[in-house]
């Protein structure tokens, strides 16, 4: 009787805990409703942000719900988003540092790729550097962390007459973000 009672329970929680999963995720399509580029996110406790996990880097962020496009990387790498009310582009990505890069070389080569702009925010720690600057009414923000054999980072465009708005959409996604093991630290 034993047996078949806690086979009983062992069912109904795998029947639970696959519609929790089910009822957790939702799917955020390509620009223009393509389908074919959809992305799973999951839902969080917080209305106004999912959370998209990388599975290939072990990477997590919260992202704004208003981004309801998806751009997928074909590699597996990350993913763009984007809100199309205000054009704001959520950008997300990993990389396998295969040119064993320190920090310094990495925020070397962003610094050369964005024109050395004149930053309006710079932090800078052991493992990770945040940026921030402003460019033709855009601001802007990334944030790299380099990891053993890797590096994520996410970053965001947006109207830089919404900075203020954008200030607390960047400190939520620095909360969030996890760079590493996302799979156990994500939670």
């Not at 805990?17 to 089910?22: I, L, T, V």
């Not at 999951?42 to 880097?57: I, M, P, Q, V």
């Not at 950008?91 to 540092?97: F, K, L, M, Q, R």
Request: charged share 20%.
């Amino acid at each position: 009787m034993k047996k078949i009672i806690l086979l009983i329970t062992a069912v109904t929680m795998m029947i639970m805990s696959g519609s929790f999963a089910a009822d957790n995720t939702m799917d955020i399509n390509g620009a223009g409703n393509d389908d074919m580029n959809t992305v799973e996110v999951l839902k969080t406790n917080d209305a106004n942000y999912y959370r998209y996990e990388n599975s290939r880097f072990q990477y997590a962020v919260d992202i704004p719900v208003k981004a309801t496009e998806a751009i997928p990387s074909t590699n597996g790498d990350g993913c763009n988003f984007i809100d199309p009310a205000d054009g704001t582009t959520y950008t997300v990505y990993g990389a396998d540092n295969t040119m064993h890069f320190t920090l310094q070389n990495l925020y070397n080569v962003d610094m050369g790729i964005i024109n050395f702009p004149k930053l309006t925010n710079k932090s800078m720690g052991k493992n990770y550097y945040a940026i921030a600057w402003e460019k033709d009414n855009m601001g802007y923000y990334k944030k790299v962390v380099l990891n053993k054999g890797t590096y994520a980072s996410f970053g965001l465009a947006y109207p830089l007459s919404q900075k203020e708005k954008y200030k607390t959409i960047i400190a939520h996604m620095e909360a969030s973000f996890v760079p590493a093991n996302a799979q156990t630290a994500a939670k």
